[in-house]
């Protein structure tokens, strides 16, 4: 019974992966990936003028900015949870780019 449950999983995952890389593969996947690319290059570019307006700028001041920012651009484009998740992601491992932009 127990050998059978774990075949059922490994199954199931195999196939939720392949349904993942199909829906990744066909327009309308890559339209949203491009979409995201697009809503990363605004963010960043918004990202990069408030950061200006930090006093104290940190680590953990970037990413709460990171967040807010997110957040309110999110809201009015009606972004779906994982997309703000994916984007929040993409933008805190900029920091050391924005952080040296910062500095210069």
Do not use: P, R
């Not at 059922?8 to 995952?13: D, K, M, T």
């Not at 950061?51 to 009606?78: H, I, M, R």
Request: charged content about 35%; proline content about 0%.
């Amino acid at each position: 019974m127990e050998n059978k449950f774990k075949k059922g999983l490994i199954l199931g995952g195999l196939l939720a992966v392949g349904v993942a890389v199909g829906f990744a593969m066909t327009k309308e996947g890559k339209e949203l990936t491009e979409e995201l690319q697009k809503d990363l290059k605004v963010l960043a570019k918004k990202l990069k003028k408030n950061l200006n307006q930090l006093e104290d700028v940190t680590k953990e001041n970037f990413d709460e900015l990171v967040g807010s920012v997110v957040e309110e651009y999110a809201a009015k484009k009606e972004m779906a949870s994982d997309a703000k998740k994916s984007l929040i992601g993409a933008l805190q491992k900029k920091w050391h780019e924005m952080e040296e932009e910062y500095k210069a």
